[in-house]
């Protein structure tokens, strides 16, 4: 069994992945700021969860992997087989207001985890890329062939910075890397400022729900099992060096993949599963489109499934009341 470091650990997906992966018998070593961009209660709750479960084959270390320094110390005793880094700033909206903090963490950050990836020369670095990097692109559904340079968020910009810095270390130093371009991730444990948490929580408090756009977006939700599935299967099948062209157009040892449900899904869709799982009615408050957003998103997955063999399994009908019944339940409600 490999020993893997998860940067991000407390967070959504990073918990995610942690505890597959201590799962199935590997050590993980995690590293997590925990910043209070979002209430940091939930991200110890998750913390708490991965000890409890799989004791001491999960170490947690709180490091800023944006300081180089802090995280060689953290990192100087331990043996490390393989990276996933799932560690950044999200959000779309608030790189708005607070775009230092996505160049420290988004920028800075990744750099220093390339770094780390190129020093110990580990077998594989799988790092996550974000489908804001289509921006306003029309052709749906999104390609990894696309065009990706006219972001219209500072956050898609460092995401995409990401997957050009990758490149360039997978040519200077042959290091295997891939990133991934996940499609609007929920379930169970899910962040706080995504829209499937404000919208339920919002109904439970009979408050009204932002409707943007007045509700004419339509998103690929990507329930969190399939999206862990699609981690893994990257994580375990690194890019070979071969000068071969891989999905995203490399020739160095570097691939680009989207992970997404395939499939996507008006808003008013999702608030009607919503209003059937929470009992509740939506009452809609109609905003205008927000600077940064995009109407529409979906995955072309052609690459990964062919490539990984992955085939996302769970639809809304059963991701929206799944998380739900974890909302009502970690809330006591």
């Given amino acids: ?145 696309d065009r990706v340079d006219r972001p219209v968020s500072l956050y898609a910009a460092t995401k995409r910075a990401n997957e050009v810095m990758s490149e360039s270390y997978a040519h200077l130093y042959r290091l295997p890397l891939t990133g991934l371009r996940f499609f609007t991730v929920y379930g169970p444990w899910g962040r706080p400022d995504m829209m499937m948490w404000i919208f339920t929580k919002a109904m439970f408090e009979g408050r009204p729900i932002p409707v943007f756009n ?47 449900n395939n499939k996507s899904e008006p808003l008013g869709r999702v608030i009607a599963l919503l209003e059937q799982a929470t009992g509740r009615p939506a009452i809609r408050h109609n905003l205008p489109i927000q600077p940064g957003d995009v109407v529409r998103t979906a995955a072309d997955i052609t690459a990964i499934e062919v490539e990984l063999g992955y085939h996302p399994t769970t639809a809304i009908d059963v991701g929206v009341p799944c998380f739900v019944d974890w909302y009502r339940d970690y809330h006591r409600i």
């Fill in 1 to 145: 069994m490999a020993t893997i470091l998860v940067t991000g650990v407390a967070g959504f997906i990073g918990m995610s992945v942690a505890d597959a992966l201590l799962t199935r018998g590997d050590t993980v070593i995690g590293i997590d700021a925990i910043n209070d961009y979002y209430d940091p209660a939930l991200k110890h709750a998750r913390l708490a969860r991965l000890t409890k479960r799989h004791g001491g084959r999960f170490v947690f270390m709180r490091v800023d992997f944006a300081d180089a320094a802090a995280l060689r110390v953290a990192l100087a005793p331990y043996d490390v087989d393989r990276i996933v880094h799932l560690g950044a700033q999200p959000g779309v909206r608030y790189s708005i207001d607070h775009p230092e903090a996505y160049g420290q963490s988004n920028l800075v950050g990744h750099l220093n985890l390339l770094e780390v990836a190129r020093a110990r020369a580990v077998a594989h670095c799988v790092y996550a890329s974000s489908s804001s990097v289509y921006g306003g692109n029309t052709s749906v559904p999104f390609r990894v062939e």
């Fill in 214 to 260: 007045d509700g004419r977006m339509e998103r690929d939700f990507t329930f969190i099992d399939d999206i862990v599935a699609g981690v893994i299967a990257a994580l375990d099948n690194p890019p070979p060096d071969d000068g071969q062209a891989k999905a995203g157009g490399s020739i160095a040892p570097h691939r680009l993949y989207n992970i997404g």
